[in-house]
């Protein structure tokens, strides 16, 4: 038949039968076995380039999608070449979907899940499938969210270069902080904040971090920024420690009249990716 042989001589054509449908399969892009969760390749990803990941932790009853609805961490990342993932925690007695971050927050059922462990093998699995940049993992959060990012910085330092969080807290026994090697920390906070206070919370992790990375004592004013949409003008300072060890930046960012759940300025999760991106390990 004409219609046969015009087909086979396309076969010959394109390198006989053999070629036929010998392309490679892409990668995977879910991962987390029963905790199943997307991963957001960006359209530049090139496996001969290894890739920024960075990982957006939901606050306490919040959805993973909620809280990249308030975030916007995806679109910030496409723009970047960054690999994203926004997993979801498990959910306590109540229904509330949680992490078991730190003493202060917030397994209260006392589940003991190993959050950090599975967080740490998402880091695996994802590094398996695709080039990441070892020098370049990063975590985000808000509150719950935030708190975790502490956690992975204190059991994981090998594995993250940087956390950047907004309105969560350090342990309230440094102690349990196993941190061992510098990490880039950059604390967010509002000043209104009436589930985590400001006092409490801030320039405490902020210091703690400042000591683990070897910063000294000086903090230097480093201008201001737009952060909250709702209040006039550039209303958050930030300061910076000086004398860090290398991979051990430690900034504190004050969102003067910032609420726990603040109205974000439409550039906030560039400007928090930017911060990353400024800082991987050595």
């Known amino acids: 038949m004409k219609w046969m042989g015009i087909l086979l001589a396309g076969v010959v054509a394109c390198g006989g039968e053999s070629d036929v449908g010998s392309a490679a399969p892409p990668p995977p892009t879910v ?24 990982f957006l932790l939901h606050g306490l009853g919040v959805s993973a999608d909620i809280q ?16 994203f993932v926004h997993p979801q925690g498990t959910r306590d007695s109540q229904g509330r979907p949680f992490w ?26 994802i590094s398996a499938a695709y080039a990441v940049d070892p020098k370049r993992i990063y975590f985000t959060g808000h509150s719950n969210g935030h ?23 350090m342990y309230s026994d440094p102690s ?22 400001f006092a ?10 400042s000591e683990v990375n070897g910063c000294t004592s000086e903090v230097r004013e480093e201008g201001v920024l737009d952060l909250e949409s709702k209040v006039a003008g ?12 290398p991979g051990g930046a430690t900034e504190l960012w004050t969102m003067h009249g910032g609420a726990h759940i603040p109205n974000l300025a439409p550039d906030w999760a560039e400007q928090l990716l930017d911060w990353m991106l400024a800082h991987p390990k050595p």
């Open 31 to 54: 991962f987390g076995g029963e905790r199943e969760v997307e991963l957001q390749v960006p359209s530049s990803y090139d496996e001969a380039e290894p890739a920024p990941l960075v």
């Open 68 to 83: 990249e609805v308030l975030f916007q961490v995806g679109p910030a990342a496409e723009a970047r070449g960054m690999l």
């Open 100 to 125: 078991n971050a730190t003493d202060l927050c917030c397994d209260f059922d006392g589940t003991d899940v190993d959050d950090a462990g599975y967080l740490a093998g998402l880091i695996e699995e």
């Open 147 to 169: 708190f975790m990012s502490y956690r992975m910085a204190c059991d994981y330092p090998e594995l993250v270069a940087g956390i950047a969080g907004l309105a969560g807290a």
């Open 176 to 197: 349990l902080c196993a941190a061992d090697e510098p990490v880039n920390v950059l604390h967010v906070h509002g000043t209104d904040d009436d589930l985590v206070p």
């Open 200 to 209: 409490d919370a801030a320039e405490p992790s902020a210091r703690h971090w």
């Open 234 to 245: 550039t209303e958050s300072d930030v300061l910076r420690w000086e004398g860090c060890a």
